[in-house]
């Protein structure tokens, strides 16, 4: 393993705020001894933490700094929660000890597969490292008089009768960011109007692959196009393409997040132990010294300097309206269930079918 890379602490001074921040750093010193503290082995123990690819860099970084143990091999493996689903319910070679999905209901939908398989292994979800909203990503050029504009609802933003502009999503067959969109959606709106209903086969046409290839389409610039994403998202990609030079025809490409009137759903990003029938005692106690690095304030910090939101909804103070997000936590509606989720996607793959066949 690779030793933890070290730098010299400023400390200043402010009264009982320089306090609170010593405890801290004291209780996360206490944790991380304990959690680094020999561990009884007779050979090289490997531990697959499988997490959705936007959390899985920012868990690797953390694992690297935090944690060293001469005889463990902990690797972290960038999965879709889709991925990771399906190779635990039929309890796959290659299943995680340690999984991190996007939605809480991966793990439900996991344990229902499972319930009828034997020999799988127990999925218990327990509470979240972190969530991110839901919002619809634009350039600033065309965000709607951002941050000031009149909110929009999800009806005028899926609809796109208030945006003029493409809006779209990415595909719900391969993404949380997708299928959540359309659960809301169901939720929220009952009756839709004619109008919604009529532009959802064009949106089902319209669908990104991916979040990147949704990305990659706004940076190219050309014709007016939104799409729903984390809010984490439009900070990754901020950054990423803040040394990128300007384009020639001077248009602002860095990326925009707009919230729905209504409330929005945070993907989140649950810690959910998988264990094997018969797993060692050795491999149960890694990962749980594993899940105790994950949750100190060191980790939680890191969470938040990669543009998450913390459980209960804080942002890093450092994330401010320069990189597209503005700090005020958005109003937060309920996540789907694991069934809400099967009857949205079969209602999906219907509309998707019968747009084809009409072409």
């Known amino acids: 393993m690779r030793r933890a890379r070290t730098s010299k602490a400023r400390l200043k001074l402010l009264g009982t705020g320089a306090l609170f921040g010593t405890v801290v750093a004291a209780a996360t010193s206490v944790m991380l001894l304990r959690t680094n503290e020999p561990i009884a082995c007779e050979r090289s123990l490997p531990l697959t933490i499988a997490a959705t690819p936007a959390i899985a860099p920012t868990i690797q970084a953390i694992i690297d700094r935090d944690i060293q143990l001469p005889c463990v091999e902990i690797r972290v493996a960038a999965q879709t929660a889709i991925e990771t689903a399906g190779a635990v319910a039929v ?3 290659e299943m995680p000890a340690l999984w991190i999905p996007d939605a809480a209901l991966w793990p439900q939908r996991a344990a229902q597969q499972a319930a009828s398989v034997a020999g ?5 979800r327990r509470e979240p490292l972190a969530i991110s909203p839901l919002v619809l990503v634009t350039t600033g050029m065309n965000g709607l008089g951002w941050p000031d504009a009149p909110p929009l609802s999800w009806q005028d933003l899926i609809g796109s009768q208030a945006t003029d502009m493409i809006t779209t999503i990415p595909d719900p067959l391969s993404t949380t960011e997708g299928l959540t969109t359309l659960a809301a959606v169901h939720g929220l709106v009952s009756a839709p109007k004619p109008e919604l209903v009529a532009t959802l086969p064009q949106i089902a046409r319209n669908a990104a692959p991916s979040i990147q290839s949704a990305y990659d389409r706004l940076s190219s610039g050309g014709e007016p ?5 984390t809010e984490q998202s439009v900070v990754s990609y901020n950054r990423a393409t803040a040394s ?3 384009p020639r ?3 602002n490409r860095s990326a925009v997040a707009i919230y729905p009137k209504e409330g929005t759903i945070a993907l989140e990003y649950p810690l959910v132990r998988v264990a094997e029938p018969d797993e060692p ?5 890694l990962a749980d010294r594993v899940e105790r690095t994950l949750r100190t304030p060191a980790a939680i910090s890191g969470l938040l300097a990669a543009g998450f939101r913390s459980p209960q909804g804080d942002l890093d103070p450092a994330i401010a309206a320069s990189l597209g997000v503005p700090p005020s936590k958005p109003e937060l509606l309920p996540s789907p269930t694991a069934e809400q989720a099967t009857d949205v996607l079969r209602a999906w793959s219907t509309m998707t079918l019968a747009s084809r066949a009409a072409r």
């Open 244 to 246: 990128v030079p300007t």
């Open 91 to 93: 309890a796959d070679s």
């Open 281 to 285: 005692p050795a491999i149960a106690d």
């Open 120 to 124: 799988t292994p127990s999925i218990e």
């Open 225 to 229: 196009f939104a799409f729903i994403a």
């Open 249 to 251: 025809d001077g248009a």
